[in-house]
């Protein structure tokens, strides 16, 4: 199991303000990634990075920017908040051993609400 | 096209029953992986299962198993002696391209 670690884990905010969720994992994983999920629905990947200053967007169009400074922090932006931003947002991590492929952890997620 | 599919969105099964939970997956792919991830209610998503497609035996992790039908592109999850634990929404997923692809979810209730 990976340590990977998501704060806040809620969080209640006005329309147009600017927040950062936090993401972390302990594990030196090089792979890290950024989900959005409705309640009780699939996720949709919105950005992933191979590793330090590498980001890539996901699937799922998103406004929302993240950085990779740091091999153990991938932290998502929003510059504005806006009520459609509303959702929760899991985190993960992956590694990758020979012959067993590659494996991703989650981290307990963040439940944004924007009014 | 859906690259995963979860085709029962609901299912329930009294506690101590056994319940298999189907998935249908795409690729072109000849070695890939697979996952069975389970989503407790306001809790962390978990990885429950895991099966190489390079190898033929199915896999098993106590009570959960798998039946993966490669030939079939199927990989249904049976959970047996179910516990009130195992109440959770399931997620079937598949390692693509290096991007993990999951599917819809089904929601299981386990029934005292």
């Known amino acids: 199991e990976a340590d990977i670690y998501q704060t806040p884990r809620y969080l209640v905010i006005g329309t147009g303000k600017k927040i950062t969720l936090e993401c972390s994992q302990t594990m030196g994983h090089d792979k890290m990634y950024w989900y959005q999920q409705d309640p009780g629905m699939e996720l949709h990947l919105i950005h992933y990075s191979y590793g330090v200053n590498s980001t890539e967007k996901g699937d799922l169009s998103s406004e929302s920017t993240v950085s990779r400074i740091r091999t153990e922090h991938f932290p998502l932006t929003l510059e504005s908040a806006r009520p459609s931003h509303t959702s929760q947002y899991l985190c993960?991590?992956?590694?990758?051993?020979?012959?067993?492929?590659?494996?991703?952890?989650f981290g307990p997620g963040t439940r944004l609400l924007v009014l | 096209a859906q690259t995963v599919t979860q085709s029962q969105p609901e299912m329930s099964v009294q506690e101590a029953e056994t319940v298999t939970l189907s998935c249908t997956y795409d690729t072109s792919e000849n070695n890939y992986y697979l996952f069975w991830y389970k989503q407790p209610p306001s809790r962390q998503m978990i990885l429950v299962i895991r099966?190489?497609?390079?190898?033929?035996q199915n896999a098993t992790e106590n009570r959960f198993s798998v039946n993966f039908q490669k030939a079939a592109k199927s990989f249904s999850l049976k959970i047996s002696d179910s516990q009130l634990g195992d109440t959770a929404m399931y997620f079937c997923?598949?390692?693509?391209?290096?991007?993990?692809?999951f599917g819809t979810g089904t929601r299981l209730t386990v029934i005292p």
């Open positions: 993960a991590s992956s590694e990758y051993r020979s012959g067993m492929g590659e494996t991703q952890y």
């Open positions: 997923a598949l390692i693509r391209a290096n991007n993990l692809f």
């Open positions: 099966q190489e497609a390079y190898k033929q």
